[in-house]
Nanobody, 117 residues
Framework: QVQLVESGGGSVQPGGSLRLSCAASGSIFSGRIMGWYRQAPGKPRELIATIANGGSTSYADSVKGRFTTSRDNAKNTMYLQMDGLKPEDTAIYYC???????????WGQGTQVTVSS
């Protein structure tokens, strides 16, 4: 069964940290470039971080230097460490494979991140 399950979101003050997790079924995760996406209210969903099977990463300018993604291939799980959170990071965060490479795939439920004082 194709499945993506995000967790770890919450409410934090500006400057705080959160660590998100994404558990994926093997058919999605194995050998593929994975991505973290987010969708803020009233805005389109955007890709903010990617990680290849071997661990190489790339980030959107808006999160570079603050967010770090990693993956555990044995567990079909990926992570997003978010430090220095800003109010503009408030969004629902999703994981998925690189849709622009592999094509569309049903989204999970996402996890809400809210940054406010």
């Amino acid at each position: 069964q194709v499945q993506l399950v995000e967790s770890g979101g919450g409410s934090v003050q500006p400057g705080g940290s959160l660590r998100l997790s994404c558990a994926a079924s093997g058919s999605i995760f194995s050998g593929r470039i994975m991505g973290w996406y987010r969708q803020a209210p009233g805005k389109p969903r955007e890709l903010i971080a990617t990680i290849a099977n071997g661990g190489s990463t790339s980030y959107a300018d808006s999160v570079k230097g603050r967010f770090t993604t990693s993956r555990d291939n044995a567990k079909n799980t990926m992570y997003l460490q978010m430090d220095g959170l800003k109010p503009e990071d408030t969004a629902i965060y999703y994981c998925n494979w690189r849709i622009d490479i592999y094509g569309p795939l049903r989204w999970g439920q996402g996890t809400q991140v809210t940054v406010s004082s």
